[in-house]
């Protein structure tokens, strides 16, 4: 999975060999050499080169196939390490189709065995799992260090191989979220990792939640820790949520110690970190994003700038839920009631800004109603929504819901 560069060596040609056929093999290999280092590009965080996963080939929504035949050998940029991983040993890419489940759902003996039969008779082969959630407890018993040091879990999951076990069986790939950076539990634990208050203290957002520092390479490490023991679980894809600094409350008493650069490339130099080290794990690696991002041009003021970002991921989700547009939004008096038209145009924007990024581009839907914006989704606005991204070409989609209770007759059956 990583980029890897060509070095151009200059060869000294056989005696008798003239003076313009040297002039020419050095002009040809200039240009292949640098040819291949610009489309190679480089993993350096925040970097504008490209990484090594798709050169110059678009992946709308993880088009698999197309990938691997513009990729004249057989070690193709889908193929990552054969590590045998709870069982899981078939490591080859396959297109997700998932609902987010939390981690109170997952360990549930009452709100699992819903979510199995719903996979079971539907098209959803994937399950997005909360190992740590906003509140910042990791949600089983971990080998993380930090994490039980500082009794950072709430076994909300009792047994984790137990679940992956049974995920195995039902043929769902499993996907661990894990929230980064707000986390105010481990920023009351450890108030050196926290975001400084200019006042004196920890700084809190609006609800009182405190951030670690985004800046902090202990953070990173923890997180990727986090990251490492999911994949050694079984786990299939690590899941970067609130891969961003803070956005509400009265940010500019916000003071990050050790502030090296500026937001975006923290947030990428981060992912890029992060990557590095699952790639070793063999599973692949997701960040989610504002729905926001596929249309602005900066990063928001929280370090999302989707390029960046898509750069060193292998899926960029951005959360495109239509009841979070503003009124006008992609011309629509009211988006909430529009979920294909907006849909089709955040995917139109998506795809654009992550052209030639090699990210593939896996939407979050929406599958929750908000009691004072009409209507009431339900069956038709749900599959609005997939269909929106299927009509483009796009293979992947997940659905949220927080109360876990997924719209059954939006999805195909098996």
Not at 160 to 183: N, Q, S, Y
Request: hydrophobic share 45%.
């Amino acid at each position: 999975m990583k980029g890897s560069f060509i070095s151009r060596r200059k060869r000294k040609r056989a005696a008798g060999v003239t003076v313009a056929v040297i002039a020419m093999g050095t002009v040809v290999a200039f240009l292949a050499g640098f040819w291949l280092f610009w489309m190679l590009g480089s993993r350096v965080a925040g970097g504008d080169g490209l990484a090594l996963r798709l050169p110059g080939v678009h992946l709308p929504g993880g088009s698999v196939e197309a990938a691997i035949a513009a990729v004249p050998s057989d070690d193709t940029p889908f193929d990552l390490p054969v590590v045998d991983i709870a069982g899981f040993r078939d490591l080859s890419y396959v297109p997700v189709k998932g609902i987010h489940l939390t981690s109170w759902a997952a360990g549930s003996s009452k709100f699992l065995p819903a979510q199995l039969e719903l996979a079971d008779a539907t098209e959803i082969n994937a399950m997005v799992i909360d190992l740590k959630e906003a509140d910042g407890y990791v949600a089983y018993d971990s080998d993380v260090s930090l994490a039980n040091e500082l009794e950072l879990e709430e076994l909300r999951i009792k047994d984790i191989d137990e679940l992956l076990a049974t995920l195995r069986e039902h043929g769902i790939v499993p996907i661990a979220r894990i929230v980064c950076f707000k986390d105010p539990l481990l920023a009351a634990r450890r108030p050196d990792l926290a975001v400084k208050d200019k006042n004196g203290g920890v700084w809190k957002d609006r609800q009182g939640r405190a951030y670690v520092n985004p800046y902090d390479r202990r953070v990173w490490e923890y997180l990727v820790e986090l990251g490492e023991d999911a994949a050694d679980r079984g786990f299939r894809e690590i899941q970067f949520d609130y891969v961003r600094f803070p956005s509400d409350g009265k940010i500019s008493n916000t003071v990050y110690p050790d502030k090296d650069g500026s937001m975006e490339d923290a947030i990428a130099g981060f992912l890029a970190f992060a990557r590095e080290r699952l790639a070793k794990k063999g599973v692949w690696v997701s960040a989610d994003v504002f729905g926001l991002t596929v249309y602005v041009k900066d990063d928001l003021g929280i370090g999302q700038k989707i390029d960046k970002v898509a750069r060193n991921v292998d899926i960029v989700s951005p959360m495109i839920y239509p009841s979070h547009y503003e009124t006008g939004s992609y011309g629509q008096k009211s988006p909430n009631a529009a979920p294909y038209e907006i849909i089709t145009a955040a995917m139109k924007d998506a795809g654009r800004r992550l052209d030639g990024t090699g990210a593939i581009v896996r939407p979050w839907l929406q599958d929750f109603s908000l009691d004072n914006m009409p209507p009431k989704y339900g069956v038709e606005e749900v599959r609005a929504q997939i269909r929106a991204v299927e009509d483009l070409g796009y293979r992947e989609w997940i659905l949220w819901d927080p109360s876990v209770s997924y719209t059954e007759g939006a999805l195909a059956r098996q």
